[in-house]
Every structure is written in structure tokens, then in C-alpha cells.
T-cell receptor, first 114, second 113 residues
């Protein structure tokens, strides 16, 4: 079946602009995760959804970052007033809902803030 | 907070040989899960192997196996009969009841023909 998909693949924006990154999880996966991966580092957790609600948003760096999952499937990560430090690869993953379930990742969105 | 450490930024192996990638972690939990993911230049994280902490038996997946030492909090990955397609970044990751994955800094594996 289809894996996790993310759009766009690459996004270039100017400092101060607003961006939206989209994630389409594997069908039937109720858990959805966003991670941020800076160059040369491992991914860092941002937010975790269980169904439509954010079960854990402790990784969001500040209030410029926000994510939604209104129907419990597709999720959108929104970044306001982008800064050069937001440049990274944003990875989305989904899984079944049990402890230790394997997370399956999408190809990521590379965000570049000029 | 849990931390995951990969002490080898880069490793190199000859094709058909065996290589071991190291990973240590710090946790006060007794029930957790450990993973190795592979990330080729295409960026997509691919699951290599998964280990439940309550299982003493080391996980194996074809040419990939782990050496899980719970008391030492060590979780190394052994790749046997290395192939050119194994060249990638490898990340060790920890997961407990909080569901989120905590990743190490990664090891770049190069495979020489």
C-alpha cells in the first residue's frame, strides 16, 4: 500500500513569510508525528497526534509553530514569521496506536528560509 | 530525559565484510523499545530493525542483527555481508510510553567496493 507522503518536497521562502507543510499518513494509522532534522543531526520530535488531537506538543520550539489534523488523517504543520534558523528537513511519520509501534516515515520536506 | 548516543560519526567497511555500529542510551524506564533506521540520500527513514527491551533475545532481520545489552544500556547493530546499497546514515532511536522517538546523532556508513 501507499506509504507516508509529504508535500511539497522542497520549499524555499523568505524570512518573515508563512509556510504550510502537509503530511498524508498511511491509511489506518491513528498516530502521526512531526520531527525536524537539521543538517548533520538526528531528527528531533516536534508534535504527536492521536486521532485529531495533539497528544504531545512539547517539542514545538515556540508559538510560531502550529500543527493541525482536523479529520484525523492529513496533518499540516504551519510556521509563521519564518526565520533562517527554521531551515531544516521536516519529517512526518505515522504508526498504529500501541506502545512501541513502528513509525513509518515520509520523504520529508526540505525548508529553506532565505 | 532520555538520551541516545552514537559515538561513531563515520564508519567504513569493505563490501562483503561485517561492520558493527554502536549505540548507547540513558533511561530510567524498564519498558521501552529500540530501533535502528537507515537514511539514504533520498532522506526517507527506513526501518532496519526493532527490539523490545523486555525480550532477552536479540532481534535479527536477514543480514542485520543487534547486540542488546540492557544492563549496559547498549544497542549495537551488526551488518553482515555488507553491500553497496547499505551505504547510508544510520540512526539509533529510543521509544517509551511517550511514543515519540529520541534519536542519536547518526553514523555515516561507507561501503568500499
Amino acid at each position: 500500500g501507499a506509504g507516508v507522503s509529504q508535500t511539497p518536497s522542497n520549499k524555499v521562502t523568505e524570512k518573515g513569510k508563512y509556510v504550510e507543510l502537509r503530511c498524508d499518513p498511511i491509511s489506518g494509522h491513528t498516530a502521526l508525528y512531526w520531527y525536524r532534522q537539521s543538517l548533520g543531526q538526528g531528527p528531533e520530535f516536534l508534535i504527536y497526534f492521536q486521532g485529531t488531537g495533539a497528544a504531545d506538543d512539547s517539542g514545538l520550539p515556540n508559538d510560531r509553530f502550529f500543527a493541525v489534523r482536523p479529520e484525523g488523517s492529513v496533518s499540516t504543520l504551519k510556521i509563521q514569521r519564518t526565520e533562517r534558523g527554521d531551515s531544516a528537513v521536516y519529517l512526518c511519520a505515522s504508526s498504529l496506536n500501541y506502545q512501541g509501534a513502528t513509525q513509518y516515515f515520509g520523504p520529508g520536506t526540505r525548508l529553506t528560509v532565505l | 530525559a532520555q538520551t541516545v548516543t552514537q559515538s561513531q560519526p563515520e564508519m567504513s567497511v569493505q563490501e562483503a565484510e561485517t561492520v558493527t555500529l554502536s549505540c548507547t542510551y540513558d533511561t530510567s524506564e524498564s519498558d521501552y523499545y529500540l530501533f535502528w533506521y537507515k537514511q539514504p540520500p533520498s532522506r526517507q527513514m527506513i526501518l532496519v530493525i526493532r527490539q523490545e527491551a523486555y525480550k532477552q533475545q536479540n532481534a535479527t532481520e536477514n543480514r542485520f542483527s543487534v547486540n542488546f545489552q540492557k544492563a549496559a544500556k547498549s544497542f549495537s547493530l551488526k551488518i553482515s555481508d555488507s553491500q553497496l546499497g547499505d551505504a547510508a546514515m544510520y540512526f539509533c532511536a529510543y521509544n517509551n510510553a511517550g511514543n515519540m522517538l529520541t534519536f542519536g546523532g547518526g553514523t555515516r556508513l561507507m561501503v568500499k567496493p
